[in-house]
């Protein structure tokens, strides 16, 4: 699964626009080759006060989603920590393999407002549905 740069009907913290200020959004992920596994560690770090805060509260996740596109292998994992760690099956895996990170909606959040959305989103609202992405961190 390739992130590409779209517009969206709401601000989403990402590193390629500017619907955010004083914000970030990143991910540190580690693979180790095993004989017949692949280990993944995915570190998160958040620096946004209202999206911990959704977390923190359990409207909003982090979420790993891993994609090999040869053998169309595919595998969601979610928490609340800041911290993944995964095991893949070799015999899953061909070729390349896609790891995206995001923050989604882990219910329904209404009246979604950030502090730190860019001045054309200041005093904005929106209803967001669960599984809406809050962030998009780097992938692998």
């Known amino acids: 699964m390739k992130i590409k740069n779209k517009i969206s009907p709401y601000p989403i913290l990402f590193k390629y626009n500017d619907d955010f ?17 692949l280990d993944l560690k995915i570190n998160f770090t958040l620096n946004d006060d209202t ?9 909003a996740v982090y979420l790993v989603h891993a994609e090999c596109p040869i053998t169309s292998f595919r595998k969601l994992t979610i928490s609340k920590d800041n911290f993944i760690e995964l095991t893949l099956p070799s015999t899953k895996l061909r070729g390349k393999l896609e ?17 730190n959305f860019h001045e054309d989103y200041y ?6 549905d669960k599984g809406n992405i809050l962030a998009i961190g780097n992938g692998k």
């Open 21 to 37: 200020i004083n914000s970030s959004f990143s991910s540190d992920i580690n693979a180790i080759n095993k004989p017949n596994h």
């Open 51 to 59: 999206i911990l805060n959704l977390i923190k509260d359990n409207k």
């Open 99 to 115: 790891i995206c990170t995001f923050v989604v909606a882990n219910c329904e959040i209404k009246k979604y407002s950030n502090h």
């Open 123 to 128: 005093g904005l609202e929106f209803d967001l």
